[in-house]
């Protein structure tokens, strides 16, 4: 008679959530005055920079998060992160990081108005 005990094997598996260092999307919110970013990831990272810009792009300010899963994740830019920065237009740029692998960079627009 068979055994209703179900039988576990051992064996090593990649899992689907593994998927490529890719980042799909990019989202400051709310916009103008964000204070979280939202990046969709097709696959696990260990760290994400983030960068934000001035219109002449010169480097304002700069961040590492992580570690990220696979789908949307979350970064709380907090309260006062921009009260040295002038109102208008600013460009955030992410990059995820696993091992030696780099994604292409994301870049989108923030606001700020004063």
Do not use: C, H
Not at 63 to 75: H, I, K, Q, S
Not at 81 to 101: D, E, F, K, M, P
């Amino acid at each position: 008679m068979p055994s209703a005990t179900p039988v576990v094997s051992a064996t090593a598996t990649t899992l689907a959530s593994e998927g490529p260092l890719v980042i799909d999307a990019l989202i400051a919110w709310p916009n103008p005055n964000p204070s979280v970013l939202s990046l969709k990831l097709q696959g696990p990272a260990e760290r994400v920079e983030i960068r934000l810009y001035t219109p002449a792009w010169i480097l304002a300010a700069r961040w590492e998060a992580g570690p990220y899963g696979l789908g949307w994740n979350r970064f709380k830019l907090g309260t006062d992160w921009s009260q040295a920065l002038a109102q208008g237009i600013y460009y955030i740029q992410v990059r995820a990081y696993r091992g030696s692998v780099v994604s292409s960079s994301v870049t989108n627009k923030l606001y700020l108005l004063r």
